[in-house]
């Protein structure tokens, strides 16, 4: 028996329903899945390997986030006394901190507990990362392959395959710029077609990941490839708001090559070999004269 899950955003025919209930729900449910299966915008769950997998990935994000709350509360605090820490990573801000406030005894006793729970969190997040990288290699060997493109690490990576799950969901490996709402959202009307941003959907957090590899891509730190010359060429057109523009137009094609890779089991290329032209067919020859007649006319 196949079973198809709806998903419950879609279906406003049953939420928005002013006789809502389960009798109705189910029967609403019975019809759409009769005149057309994608009425229910169906979801397809992970493996559940897939599922324990993402767990390291979900709790380091949340290390992550409490760490850089602590550090930004840290330095508003010394920011509102006239100091300020230099900069520095996350990782080590602890460190240049502790060094800091040598040279101001009077804050030791109020800052120092938040520092090691900076330091905990850090080497927390260290274990996670390991496990994230033992995952790969042992049970997504495919992850490690997408690590070959520059920018994408072992947690983009994971992400990324275990968010898609199977590759052969998309027939077309751009299609999944759409499913992770990439493109822009569509309203058009007769002759009015609107321009707007992107659509948002799907997975958020693997979406920031990739445009975090794109700001990296087009930064000044960013290696020398194709994806890199053509977000450069898109931000030199100019205009309003462009370099955001170009930030998600190459965390797209990220998306898509990922994808590419994964479905053909290819390795990365920086600068990607053109096809062969064809060679341009002969000009047609014009038709030979027609030979006249070696009789004389009468």
Known sequence: MKVTVANAHKLRAIYQ??????????????????????????????SEQAQKDFIAIKIRDSLVRQRVHIIATVRGILKSLGLRIPATCTSSFHLKAESFLSEHPELESAITPALRSLKSLTEQIRVYE??????????????????????????????????????????????????????????????????????????????????????????????????????????????????????????????VMMLAMWQKGTDYQPFPESKKTKPAPAANKPAPAAKTSSKRAA
């Open 17 to 46: 329903n002013d006789r809502k209930c389960d009798q109705l729900d189910a029967r609403m449910l019975a019809k759409l899945l009769r005149v057309d299966r994608e009425l229910l915008s169906p979801i397809e769950h992970g």
């Open 130 to 255: 390991k496990e994230i990288q033992q995952a790969a290699k042992e049970h997504h060997p495919e992850a490690v392959r997408l690590q070959q493109i520059p920018s994408i690490g072992p947690i983009t990576s994971m992400a990324f395959i275990l968010s898609i799950g199977d590759p052969k969901r998309f027939e077309d490996p751009r299609d999944v710029g759409a499913y992770l709402g990439l493109v822009p959202r569509r309203d058009q009307s007769g002759g009015t077609d609107k321009q707007l941003p992107i659509s948002k959907a799907g997975n958020r957090y693997l979406r920031c990941l990739l445009v975090q590899c794109a700001q990296y891509l087009l930064g000044h730190f960013g290696p020398e490839c194709a994806l890199r010359e053509q977000g450069l060429k898109l931000v030199a057109k100019g205009g309003r708001a462009v370099k955001k523009k170009a930030v998600i137009a190459i965390a797209r094609k990220l998306a």
